[in-house]
């Protein structure tokens, strides 16, 4: 199925240190959501977007809409060891809970 | 509140078998959605199930089936087992449609 290009795939960060990380399509999409998954869990929802553009805080996340409705990014300021997992993009393109997600972005925080 | 129950957690299965999995969506959440993840493909969208009726369907094959009841919990099946189709399978359920969802912690399904 169609799928969303997100990069990177992997990052090696030091604790306290920002990290941005994004997603592009070639399609629009409708809603933008960011999920966080650890090891034995499963996807846990972090942000969701609704509108181009918009912009969207969650503690030290922060997440945007791309304008063009075609990317989203998501910025994790002062990282911590907890933030270590996986990180998935997905988009609804027609609203209608088919969702496409992203290959994911792998963190790792070092202490 | 209750999240997303999926049961069985883990389970093992022999080519040819076939497999039922479950899926009780939060308490209200009439939507429920499967995806299959494996780590060469991603997650991928199976079906999405609301109020009974399957109203979309992922690029599967017909071995993939799945049924929702009158409570919104909801059920995949998976006939004839092939060694591709070991992955996790998780859930998703969500108020409505075009409403964020929230996963379960999957089944991993292993075919040996």
């Known amino acids: 199925g169609q799928q969303l290009n997100q990069s990177p795939q992997s990052m090696f960060i030091q604790e306290g240190e920002d990290v941005s990380m994004n997603c592009t399509s070639s399609?629009?999409?409708?809603?933008w959501l960011w999920y966080k998954q650890e090891p034995g869990e499963g996807p846990v929802l972090l942000i969701a977007?609704?509108?181009?553009?918009e912009l969207t805080s969650n503690g030290r996340l922060t997440a945007q809409f791309g304008i063009t409705r075609k990317d989203s990014f998501l910025n994790i300021s002062a990282s911590i060891p907890s933030d270590v997992g996986i990180y998935f993009c997905a988009g609804d393109r027609y609203n209608n809970n088919d969702m496409r997600f992203g290959a994911g972005t792998r963190l790792t925080v070092k202490p | 509140k209750a999240g997303v129950t999926q049961t069985p957690r883990y389970l093992i299965k022999t080519r040819g078998q076939q497999v039922t999995l479950s899926c009780s969506p939060i308490s209200g959440h009439r939507s429920v959605s499967w995806y299959q993840q494996t780590p060469g493909q991603g997650l991928q969208f199976l079906f999405e199930y609301f109020s009974e009726t399957q109203r979309n369907k992922g690029n599967f094959p017909g071995r993939f089936s799945g049924r929702q009841f009158s409570n919104s919990r909801s059920e995949m099946n998976v006939s004839t087992l092939e060694l591709g189709d070991s992955a996790l399978y998780l859930c998703a359920s969500s108020l409505e449609v075009g409403r964020p969802q929230h996963f379960g912690d999957g089944t991993r399904l292993s075919i040996l």
């Open positions: 977007l609704y509108k181009a553009g």
């Open positions: 399609s629009i999409f409708n809603t």
